[in-house]
């Protein structure tokens, strides 16, 4: 990662205690502790470890297989069976991306823990006070943002705040927290952390956009108000007028520039992961990018839904339609977009929907990159936030910014009628605004819509030429507890299952 410029050093020292997850993670010794985390150099390398966990499975790839195919914006595509359940919300305790998760998120959990833990104890001149509460910060946002991660799967969870010093069952056996509980924690570290960091660290974007900022805090923090169980508008509103009068002057930019491949750390994105390529690289690309670009035949990821192509065409909005979805033809059978007879052995190619966010495959190691925030997104929660003041014109006339950077019209009569139509306005203009960006369930699930979206969602199986049943219910909407998890920590309680 770029961080590696201004970070010193690798994740090796952390990875001594970071295993797959932390009811496996090896006790922390008072001689290691006394040894790794003496000097300056020592505790940024401990920081990028944390960093690097946007690296792991969950961010790369995972988070979008919870958010949007699990929702009604793409398919599973591809073959695999895991991500199958996902698309047809049959996600079961055993899934090997659920367990995947659960653990890459509690391994960078566990990393930032031994860094807010250490920091303070760190007796090298080089590391001054003002980089100590930086890097404190920037461990307590990232925890934040993990947590933020867990509670929005699966609900009420381990709060696991201290680095583990012992494997004794009554030590790793930890019973979950409410979800109330864990979205307090999460607020708590994140205005800890807006308080500690600087909204720029100087002029250079590869550092702004790279590292945790006082704006990242504040955007996390309102959103963490907003999507709690008992939402919090005015708080929100508050965090989200940090996040718009902060000094690193965040600013709309052409929407396909966001997605090109050629404006990293731009002035609309808050935060996001920084890829290198190669070894440095994202691999997700590769997964869905079609075989023109990709260089490969087979089967893709990540399709777009019917549904979601129709919702652009509604709209007439070709601007994100561009960025976000591409057709090409294809030989393989598409159960959604195309299908031929089996026993045709010359079959017509079919035109198929490919997820078009990420441009660039580059054999596995892209440098295409997922924000972390943007400006938009934050832009959309404020609307959201003041129709539910009922501050609808106001409300509008942010959605009308959104609206008129992709060419559209402003918000017609009929759709901002009521507050009530206000609030489904929002939410499809946060669809074709930040589709395949792993924001649609969590928008779904905000709203108390997941259920009513899932269960009157039509799509049609091109195999049998029948609907597709969701069957989805309340017991679906959060994960379930991994197996694994459930199997070795006592005093763990599942999920409803459905």
């Known amino acids: 990662m770029k961080l590696r410029k201004y970070i010193i050093g690798a994740l090796t020292l952390v990875s001594v205690w970071s295993c797959n997850d932390f009811l496996d993670l090896k006790p922390i010794s008072e001689e290691t502790t006394a040894t790794a985390y003496n000097t300056a150099s020592q505790m940024e390398a401990a920081l990028t470890g944390v960093y690097e966990s946007f690296q792991s499975d969950a961010y790369v790839w995972n988070n979008i297989m919870f958010q949007d195919i699990r929702s009604d914006n793409h398919y599973?595509?591809?073959?695999?069976?895991?991500?199958?359940?996902?698309d047809l919300l049959k996600v079961t305790a055993t899934n090997d991306k659920v367990y995947q998760s659960w653990s890459n998120i509690y391994n960078a959990i566990l990393k930032a823990n031994i860094v807010i833990e250490r920091v303070d104890a760190v007796s090298d001149p080089l590391l001054t006070d003002e980089r100590k509460a930086e890097i404190k910060g920037e461990a307590l946002f990232l925890r934040a943002y993990h947590y933020y991660n867990l509670v929005n799967l699966f609900g009420g969870v381990p709060l696991v705040l201290e680095a583990t010093k012992s494997t004794a069952p009554e030590d790793v056996n930890i019973a979950r927290s409410t979800a109330e509980v864990v979205f307090d924690q999460i607020i708590s570290d994140a205005i800890t952390a807006a308080e500690a960091l600087p909204e720029i660290y100087g002029d250079d974007a590869t550092v702004n956009k790279a590292r945790a900022t006082a704006g990242a805090a504040h955007a996390l923090a309102a959103k963490a108000y907003l999507q709690k169980p008992s939402p919090d508008f005015t708080k929100a509103l508050e965090h989200i007028a940090k996040v718009e009068g902060s000094a690193a002057n965040y600013t709309l930019i052409d929407y396909a520039h966001l997605f090109d491949g050629n404006h990293y750390n731009n002035a609309e994105s808050i935060l996001e992961i920084q890829?290198?390529?190669?070894?440095?690289?994202?691999?997700?690309?590769?997964?869905?990018?079609?075989?023109?670009?990709?260089?490969?035949?087979?089967?893709?990821?990540?399709?777009?839904?019917?549904?979601?192509?129709?919702?652009?065409d509604e709209q007439g909005d070709e601007i994100r339609k561009n960025s976000t979805v591409l057709f090409e033809q294809v030989s393989w059978i598409d159960e959604y977009w195309g299908i031929v007879e089996p026993s045709d052995d010359n079959p017509t190619p079919n035109n198929v929907a490919f997820g078009y966010k990420w441009k660039n495959a580059m054999g596995w190691g892209s440098t295409d990159r997922q924000y972390i925030f943007r400006l938009a997104d934050i832009i959309l929660l404020k609307a959201e936030a003041l129709n539910e003041s009922n501050q609808l014109e106001a409300a509008v006339s942010e959605i009308n910014r959104i609206r008129a950077r992709v060419n559209l019209d402003p918000l017609s009569d009929a759709q901002k009628s009521s507050k009530e139509v206000l609030r489904n306005t929002i939410l499809k203009e946060r669809r074709l605004e930040l589709a395949q960006e792993a924001q649609r369930w969590d928008d779904l699930v905000r709203l108390n819509k997941v259920v009513s979206v899932m269960n009157e969602l039509q799509e049609i199986d091109l195999r049998t030429n029948t609907p597709v049943n969701y069957n989805m219910t309340e017991a679906k909407v959060l994960l379930p507890i991994p197996q694994?998890?459930?199997?070795?920590?006592?005093a763990l309680d599942p999920n409803p299952s459905n």
């Open 275 to 312: 890829y290198l390529g190669g070894d440095e690289g994202n691999w997700g690309p590769q997964m869905l990018l079609p075989p023109s670009i990709s260089g490969d035949t087979w089967r893709k990821f990540v399709t777009p839904s019917n549904d979601l192509v129709k919702a652009y």
């Open 484 to 490: 694994q998890e459930l199997d070795r920590n006592s």
């Open 76 to 86: 599973a595509g591809g073959d695999n069976p895991s991500i199958f359940e996902m």
